[in-house]
């Protein structure tokens, strides 16, 4: 079946430092979205990258998708990054089938 | 505006009762999802809807029953509530073919006792 890793885990900065979070799936053909989640606390859709590189404000996400690979770049990281960062795929080419599978999550705390 | 409205925010239920949690979205998207979010496990997909019409099922369980009285609702009905139920429910929106991806709900945290 389809599989998402997310490295590392958890991770901790000091405040300014930048961060870069790693997704490897295990199908071809997909469709990569970054999402963030505060404890307790909706998903809220990072950035759409199905392939190359993409910004929004201090996040940049560079998918390589023939490698399976995903990054999110966190740059002059602040206390409100502090949450959970997933990574989702979804197989296939055509229309958006809405399953996506997400994995397990970076943990991220930033402390000042 | 919360784009995707999900109500209510937080449930507590008795085990064996029957609840719905409600879902709007007003994207103009026309697909919608539900996914689940349990302790210590990754987001899983439950349901996925197309113009109202059921395009795939993830759930074994035949007692989680989506509802679709309108293009952008899309409800989800439990029954029998059980414990192990206890999970936060997104539900999510898109629009096929676009290059937007998904959008998520700000979840139904559901607890049963």
């Known amino acids: 079946g389809q599989q998402v890793q997310q490295s590392p885990a958890s991770l901790v900065l000091q405040e300014g430092e930048n961060a870069e979070l790693q997704c490897n799936f295990s199908?071809?053909?997909?469709?990569l979205q970054w999402f963030y989640q505060r404890p307790g606390g909706s998903l809220v859709s990072l950035l759409y990258?199905?392939?190359g590189t993409k910004h929004t404000g201090r996040l940049t996400s560079t998918t390589v998708t023939k490698e399976r690979r995903s990054s999110l770049h966190i740059s002059s990281s602040q206390t409100t990054d502090s949450g959970t960062y997933f990574c989702?795929?979804?197989?296939?080419?055509?229309?958006?089938?809405?399953?996506?599978?997400f994995g397990e999550g970076t943990q991220v705390t930033v402390i000042s | 505006d919360p784009k995707i409205i999900q109500k209510p925010k937080y449930l507590v239920a008795v085990t064996g009762s029957e609840k719905i949690l409600i879902c709007e979205q007003y994207l103009g998207h026309n697909a919608m999802y539900w996914y689940r979010q349990s302790a210590k496990k990754p987001l899983e997909f439950m349901f996925s809807?197309?113009?109202?019409?059921?395009?795939d099922n993830q759930t074994a369980s035949s007692r989680f029953q989506p509802q679709s009285s309108k293009k952008n609702h899309l409800d989800l009905q439990i029954t029998a509530l059980k414990p192990d139920d206890s999970a936060t429910y997104f539900c999510?929106?898109?629009?096929?073919?676009?290059?937007?991806?998904?959008?998520f709900g700000s979840g139904t945290r559901l607890l049963v006792i």
């Open positions: 989702a795929m979804e197989r296939g080419t055509g229309g958006l089938s809405g399953k996506l599978t």
């Open positions: 199908s071809t053909a997909t469709r």
């Open positions: 999510a929106s898109s629009q096929d073919g676009g290059g937007a991806g998904y959008t």
């Open positions: 809807y197309s113009y109202q019409k059921l395009m």
């Open positions: 990258n199905p392939s």
